[in-house]
């Protein structure tokens, strides 16, 4: 009693060194590795005996009258859970399973005491592996979702950053995130068409109406400027009342009559709760995009074909071959 839970007795070291085979061993020098085979079981005679498991538990160092590598010896041939290395110079003996059969014979009291401490040492050791799994499993659960809900905050600010507050359409930085990854999306059957939406007389509506209603015309636009837009298609407003949609379409005509049914939706808006009286139009301007030019020659000869529609009185759409 009081002793550790390695630590032999008097007459177990004296019964295990009896008939052992003695093995001496220099610092550094590895009885076993992590993983390796075996079926003895080892007893230090002098010197110290470091165990390594990895993290899954504390290593410890033994010394003088412990012994190690039990479980092998008790079940067969069984994959070490650890090495184990000479410290120090150090003299152990090896126990191999005939030899510990005979010890059971000839001193069956002994070694069954032996055991059942052996035994009780390593169920306690079992259960404090499961313990460290288990806690280390939560960690790594909490860390998962700290990433997760990380990873959710990152998505969210970047939609933020990239959309319009107040129609929750892309904004001008969104279009530029989204002409830089436009290989992505691109469909090779089709091209790109650019349509610029600016609403007549916005001004007189601000001013004759409020911007609240001011507010709920642009939201409006937006809902029907998103509704004519492809899975692949960007709508987006540029600020003001202005907007654009970037969508992929098979030819100039196609391109028109996304601009012609933006333009019907918008005359077709109501507003019975706040400006009953209010009709509001659109002018869009546009132009298929060639490949080989950039984002500023596809917005230049979109806002040539606008200002026709605009210098013609507005409430049209054009799109210039």
Known sequence: MGRLPRRLSEREMALFTGVGQRLELGPGRAV???????????????????????????????GPDEYFGELALFVGNHARS??????????V???EPDTFEALMRS?????????????????????????????RNEDLMQTLDSLRQTRDQLQLARRQVCTDDLTDLCNRRGLYQFLENTVE?????????????????????????????????LRAIATEIQDSA??????????????????????????????????EGVRQLRFPKHAPDLTVSVSVG?????????????????DCALYHVKGSGGDGAHVMS
């Open 93 to 95: 003996y090896v126990i």
């Open 32 to 62: 076993f590795r992590r993983g390796e085979f075996g079926r003895s079981m080892f007893v230090i005679a002098s010197g110290r005996v470091l165990l390594e498991f990895a993290g899954d538990l504390p290593d410890k160092l033994i």
């Open 82 to 91: 650890g090495s184990a290395l000479a410290s120090e110079p150090c003299v």
């Open 185 to 217: 999306v691109r469909d090779r059957n089709r091209q790109f068409g650019l349509l610029l939406i600016d609403i007549d007389h916005f001004k007189q509506i601000n001013d004759q109406n409020g911007h609240l209603v001011g507010d709920e015309v």
């Open 230 to 263: 492809g899975a692949t298609d960007l709508p987006c407003r540029l600020g003001g009342d202005e907007f654009a949609l970037l969508t992929q379409v098979a030819n100039q005509r196609e391109l028109t009559e996304r601009a012609l049914r933006i333009t």
């Open 286 to 302: 546009g132009g298929l995009c060639r490949d080989e030019d950039e984002w500023s020659v596809w917005y230049s000869e979109a």
């Open 107 to 135: 001193e069956p009291l002994q070694m069954a005491q032996f055991m059942l401490r052996s035994f009780t040492y390593l169920v306690a050791s079992e259960q404090q592996l499961i313990a460290n799994y288990k806690r």
